[in-house]
Structure formats: C-alpha cells, structure tokens
C-alpha cells in the first residue's frame, strides 16, 4: 500500500462514475481500470470498496476469477499466442516457446524485468481461418512461423531503441 | 426520429432506391481476419485512388440516390484462407489475396471498364471462378443467416434497412400478436444454435406465460469454443440482424430490456454492436414508444473477462450481475428466473439471427431447410489442417463429406483426412466412417459427438489425436470454475493421466482409468461445462483406442509427442562430420571424425536440431 500517493483518485472516480458506480457493474469497472493503468492496482480496492459498496474481498474475488484481469503489471507489448484448437493443430506451441525462449520468459514468469513484453496464451481469438496467430496489443497477426515471430520481436525492440 | 411505421417504410423505400442507384460496389472485406491481412489499407487507398481519378464515390449511403461507386466495408465474406477478399458488384466477382499494389488496377480496369483482372480471381486446378456464387467454396452454401456478410456496410444501419432489414420486427409489432409470433418460432422448430439444440419457441413461449416483470432478452455471445467464430462473423458482419431477433423476442415475450454478453476477446463485435445500438436508438428502433407502438426496448451489452464458464447461462448471468461467473443448480430455470432473478429469454448469437427471416418468410418455409427435425441452416467455422478455411454455412444435415471435400477441397497438402473435431472441448470426434454422416444435432448426438457451438477442427493423418484429447481436457481443466468437485478434480486427474501418456509414463490401465473418470465426472458435475468436459476423450478413445495404446507401448505414429520420439543416427548414412554433435545443444551427441556418431537417449531432449543439420540425412527418429 506503500504507493497510494501516486494514484489519481479523481480520475479512478470519474472511471467508475462512468460505469454508474453500480456495483453490478464491477466487472465494467474492474474493465475500465485495467484500460487505464493495463492492471489492476490492489490498492484501489479499498477505495472501491467505499466507493461502490461491496466488500474488498468481493472485488478481489470478481478480479482473480476472470482471466482477463492482472493483477501484476503487464508490460508495453502484450503478445498473445493464441492457443485455440485451430492454432494448436497448426502448431502455435514453437512459437510460444520461441518467445519465451527469446525474452527469458515461462509460464510462470510471463513479463520482461524492463516491462516492455508480456507473453501470455490465450484460448482462441476466433481468427482460426489465419491460423496460428499472435496478437500484439491489439493487432492481430496471421500465419505465424517461429521465425516470423523472432523478426516481429526483434522489428518491436528496434522501434523502442529508436523511440 | 421514426415516429409511425410509415416514416420506417418511406425511409426504407428512399435508401433503397439509392442503393439501387449504386451500379457499381466495392465491398472490402473487414472482418478480423482480411483486416490482419492489410484490407483496411487496401479500403484507404482505393479511396484514394478514386478520389484522384475522380471517381464520383460514395462511402456512406446518401438519402438522394444518384449514379455513384459504393465502396463499402463490409462483414465477413467467410473464405479468410484467401484474404484480403474484395467483392464487386454487379459482376459479383470476388477478388481474393488483394494486395496494396493491385489497387490502381482494380479501380482502372474492373470500376471504370468493368473488366476481369484474372489474377485476382479463384483459380484451382487451372480453372478460374470469377463469381463468388461459382467458387467451390460457396456452391454448396446455403447463406442465410450470413446473407449479408460481405454483401453490405456491416456498419450502416440504412443500408440494412434499404435490404430488408427490420421488416421482420415492424411485422411482429404492428401485424402479428404475441402469441403468432411465439407460435411462429415453435412451429418453425427453431433450435438453439449454442450448441444443445434446445427448441427457441418452447423458452420464449415459457417467458411470454409468465406475468412477472420486468422479463429479460439475453443474447450469449460468449463464444468460447476454441475453434468457432461464427458468432463472431455475425456480431461484426450484420450486428442489426441480432438486435432484430432479440427486439422481436422482446415484443413477443413482453421483455423491455435486452442484454449482449460479448467475449472480451472479440472487441470489434461490442464496437460494431454498440454503433449498432447507438443507430438504432437514434432512428427510434430502440428506446420508448418504438414506432409508435408503445413497446419499449433498449439493449446493453456486457463484455466478458475472460471465463469460459460463462458460456454456460447460469454462469453468463452471475457474471452480468456483477459476480464471479459461477454456474448454479437448476431449477429454477433460466426462463423463470434467470437475469437479476426475472424470467429471461436465453438464446445465442446465430439464433436471434435465425429469427427475422423466420418471421418474414413463415415457420412453412423455414422448415423447408434442412430436414423435419432439424430445420434451418448451421453456421460452422471451418478450421484445422483442410485447404479452405473459413466461415460457411449449409442446411442441417449436409454430409460431413460435402463439408470435409467439396466445400473444404480436402485436407492441405494432400493429407489424409483422419477426423475432425466437432463442438469444441464439449463435442466428440467424427472419423472417416463418418463421412456420410448428415450434419445435424440428432444425428451427431447418436454418433457420440454434438453440432456445440459449430466449430469444425479438421485434422490429418499428422494429427496425434491423443495428444488433441490432451489439449481439450488441459482446456477444460483451465477452464474449470472450481465450484464443483467432480469437475475441479475430475477433469485434473484425467489430464493428469493425459499428459502421463503423451509423455511415455502411460501405463496398463490408464485407458480404463479415464473411461471410469469421464462417466463418474458426466454424472456428477454441475453444469454443462463439466458434463460434457470428457467427451472428447471418451470419443477419441471410442475411435482411436489403438493410439492410445500405442502411446502406452512408447510410441507416437505422428511424432508429435516429442517425449516419444527416439533419434537415431544410421550408421550406414553417417559420413562422421561432427555437425551434428556440434549443434546439440544438451551435447548428447558424441564419436569419432570420420566414424558413424551415437546419439545417447538419456541426455537427448528430441529437439530435432540434428535432423535439420545434417547433410546426409542420417538422423532419423527411430
């Protein structure tokens, strides 16, 4: 809780005013938190807690069981190797263990010391006609190969040294 | 503002003319899988080019018709093997693998001299397709539910209603009573398309009986299956077609609000049906006194975080009400007291679709597709190892075979076909002796497997399927809310003795094991998720007990379970250069220069980096 300080309140109230500050709509809130800072900061719980009226453990509760949310922070580039059955039959598992490899990640350790990268699988993007495909942040890229992912990490580090 | 279903039809009748006034059209496909190709690209510059030429072109669909290229981004056209895909209209030529560089062309020759860039069109087996309808692909499509997709601005309210679009819903508001309309959808025998094949009209009928209020329209678009994106299409290609359906479902059933629960991995679905929305409140299709007609109806939508589970209706609605996505017991059920404890309307994204042309067109004539059981078309996604993938959609009923090679055109490479997987990591496997099969839920039940949400995961004689039954129980085991034992437990011990097996640990037993697992975890387990969790074990065993077996005895006949593999050098071919030993990474490789080199079993970790290396093609797996 040592950092409290460096959270802008006002702003988490006006995302959560945003949402009706209802409390059925935490997970839209949890949503747009996570939006904002790309985790969720345990130590707006307490806040939330008083704000929308449930209890701290529920949120932690609503927050650990959805996938979607971290509580850890994620770095600059998400990428996501999907692993959905059509992917997985077209082999996406060498990719994800040509990134991991890459960047010194597994499954346990999922994002780079400097924050830049985060690797993680996701079940399927429903982009199974370009199979096997990763995306990073939002964008969706087709008919990955190892190598073709090892260029894309490498063109990705570049932009940030010339950043 | 539409106030009187007068003001609907004479703005139907203005854009309609003016799409008529559209002679010529580029519809670009922007569905996720050409955008991940480039085609938004392609859209910008062949706006860019017609704007040089000046082309007089038109993006948006305008209220005066006049003489005008329609260049339009359109919803998925379903063949995402051969994007970027482009559409012209009127020749209905589809152009596939569009790149930036083919754009001054198009507008040259195809817009301003309606001529065929042949190149651009479908070519197998030396023959070219210029017409979307012609391609292998399509011709034994029967596109319903999809008709739209790739045909219109999946983004433009006008031009769905300038199609026909809300005919449906002013016919069940103003013409029909409740009752018709309910009477309709159960004579049609519509089935839920989620993938249990529950009859629609018997839920509505339910809710429309019931003199509890406020009642509920709840749409899942919670499309987990690994595998199936028809629901996707739809959402992102013809977002009106859904809002129609569930708006229908509301005046029949006496809802007034609707809710969209949309996965969180499909954010152009909730971006395309929230401008959706926006449009339709704007018109006044959605809001207070639609039309006049003093029905009111407003639709939100939900995005999901990420929970497979809530797939499952009790589950999906927990997590609506703001809580962990648990599923509970049933009764009482969903159409009694389902959303915020009122009587819900539980349907998916393809059968809310199903409806408008159910009611335009009369439950008689829906029921002449497909056949008497299973009436209607199904939306599959078809994936895996098969040359065509993509979305497709065929009556009820069609041969697994039509599907597989006349429409798929066969496993890639020339590959034999060995089984395909249907329903996702609830469904079974389908085989060769399958192939006759007709596609639909009776039928794919008594075979074991189930229609599920309509994933089609085509697989060759490559594909260890013991390892795919492996992926599906390690899915579900992820995926596991944790509520119930037999499921939590359950599915961790048949994975457990998965990996075990696909790892060369498998033992005498094991086969037996799992089928006493998956029968105890059927019975006992809360929800759907975990009833049908084995199935894909239960129906890989059924078909392919002899690999498991084999995987039993240590071996892999695909070699794909790495753990299996053995390596070996053959002293014949072995030359002696030391490449090999040099490029092992564990040095596991060891001899003499200039003597046939050995590879010690213990410390190899069956990369494979030998086999690529050497020259004389001496490593071999054993």
């Known amino acids: 809780m040592e950092n409290n300080a460096t959270f802008n309140y006002s702003q988490l109230d006006e995302l959560t005013g945003r949402a009706g500050n209802d409390p059925k709509a935490i997970i839209a809130i949890l949503q747009a938190v996570q939006e904002h800072y790309h985790y969720l900061p345990k130590e707006i719980f307490p806040h939330l807690e008083r704000k929308l009226g449930i209890s701290e453990a529920k949120i932690f509760s609503v927050a650990t069981f959805y996938e979607n949310f971290s509580l850890e922070a994620k770095g600059k580039y998400v990428i996501r190797i999907c692993d959905g059955t059509a992917c997985h039959v077209r082999k996406s598992t060498p990719i994800l263990e040509t990134l991991r490899r890459e960047l010194q990640l597994s499954e346990e350790k999922k994002t780079t010391d400097d924050l830049l990268f985060t690797v993680e699988t996701v079940s399927c993007l429903g982009a199974c006609g370009l199979a096997p495909v990763i995306t990073v942040n939002e964008k969706v890229y087709p008919a990955m190969t190892p190598e073709k992912a090892v260029e894309l990490l490498n063109q990705l580090k570049e932009e940030e040294k010339n950043a | ?622």
């Not at chain 2, 499909?266 to 039309?291: D, H």
């Not at chain 2, 798929?408 to 389908?430: H, M, N, T, Y």
């Open chain 2, 1 to 622: 503002m539409l106030k009187s279903r007068g003001d609907l039809i004479k703005l139907r009748i203005e854009y309609k003319d003016s799409l008529s006034a559209q002679s010529k059209k580029i519809l670009v496909c922007a569905g996720t899988g050409c955008i991940a190709g480039g085609s938004l690209e392609i859209y910008d510059r062949l706006l860019e080019i017609m704007k040089e030429r000046n082309v007089d072109c038109a993006v948006e669909l305008q209220r005066e018709s006049h003489e005008t290229v329609g260049l339009k981004k359109s919803g998925c056209h379903g063949f995402c093997e051969m994007g970027p895909l482009l559409k012209l209209e009127p020749q209905g030529w589809l152009y596939n693998k569009v790149q930036l560089a083919d754009c001054p062309e198009i507008v040259e020759k195809t817009i301003l001299n309606g001529e065929l860039i042949e190149r651009l069109a479908y070519h197998k087996n030396g023959e070219v397709y210029p017409k979307q309808e012609e391609i292998p692909f399509y011709k034994k499509q029967t596109r319903l539910v999809l008709e739209h997709c790739g045909n219109i601005d999946a983004d433009s309210i006008l031009e769905y209603i300038a199609t026909g679009g809300y005919t449906a819903f002013e016919k069940a508001l103003f013409d029909m009573s409740g009752d018709a309309v309910v009477q309709t959808i159960r004579q049609s025998n519509l089935r839920g398309r989620g993938g249990a094949g529950f009859p629609a009209g018997i839920k509505w009928e339910a809710v429309r009986k019931l003199d509890i209020f406020p009642k509920y329209i709840l749409c899942n678009g919670d499309e987990g299956d690994p595998g199936a994106f028809m629901d996707r299409s739809i959402m992102e290609g013809d977002p009106h077609r859904v809002l129609e359906g569930m708006m229908i479902a509301g005046c029949a059933t006496g809802a007034t609000e609707g809710y969209i629960y949309v996965r969180a991995e499909y954010p152009m679905a909730v971006e395309r049906l929230a401008r959706a929305i926006e449009q339709a409140k704007q018109l006044g299709l959605l809001g207070k006194n639609i039309l006049g007609s003093g029905f009111d109806f407003d639709i939100h939508i939900n995005r999901g975080a990420g929970a497979f589970v809530c797939g499952e209706e009790t589950a999906l609605i927990a997590s609506i009400e703001g809580e962990r996505g648990f599923p509970r017991v049933r009764p009482p059920l969903t159409v009694e007291k389902g959303l915020f404890g009122k009587p819900t309307v539980p349907n998916n994204v393809e059968t809310y679709a199903n409806v408008p042309t159910i009611i335009n067109n009369g439950a008689e004539w829906y029921k002449s597709i497909g056949n008497e059981q299973n009436p209607g078309t199904k939306a599959f996604a078809l994936t895996g190892n098969i040359e065509n993938t993509g979305l497709i959609e065929i009556p009820m009923g069609t041969k697994l075979r039509e599907v597989i090679y006349d429409i798929g055109g066969g496993c890639r490479d020339g590959a034999e076909f060995k089984a395909v997987q249907i329903g996702g990591p609830s469904g079974g496997c389908l085989t060769r002796e399958h192939l006759d099969l007709p596609l639909d839920y009776d039928s794919l039940k008594a075979a074991g497997a189930m229609v599920g949400s309509g994933g089609l995961v085509v697989m060759d004689d490559r594909t260890c399927i013991v390892e795919v039954a492996r992926f599906f129980m390690n899915f579900t085991q992820n995926e596991s809310c944790g509520k119930c034992v037999p499921c939590r437990e359950g599915t961790r011990r048949m994975l457990e003795i998965l990996e075990n097996i696909v790892e060369g640990r498998g033992q005498e037993g094991d086969i037996e094991l799992l089928l006493e697992l998956a029968d105890m975890i059927s019975s006992t387990a809360l929800c759907g998720l975990g009833k049908t969790a084995p199935n894909p074990v239960r129906s890989t065993i059924q078909y392919f007990r002899e690999e498991y077996e084999e995987h039993i005895k240590g071996t892999c006949r695909t070699g794909t379970c790495s753990k299996l593999k053995k390596l070996e050098i053959d002293p014949a071919l072995c030359k002696g250069c030391s490449k090999c030993a040099k490029v092992c990474p564990v040095q596991a490789i060891s001899g003499k220069v200039k003597e046939p080199f050995i590879i010690d079993q213990e410390k190899c970790i069956k990369c494979g980096a030998c086999v690529d290396v050497c020259p004389f093609k001496a490593v071999k797996e054993a």
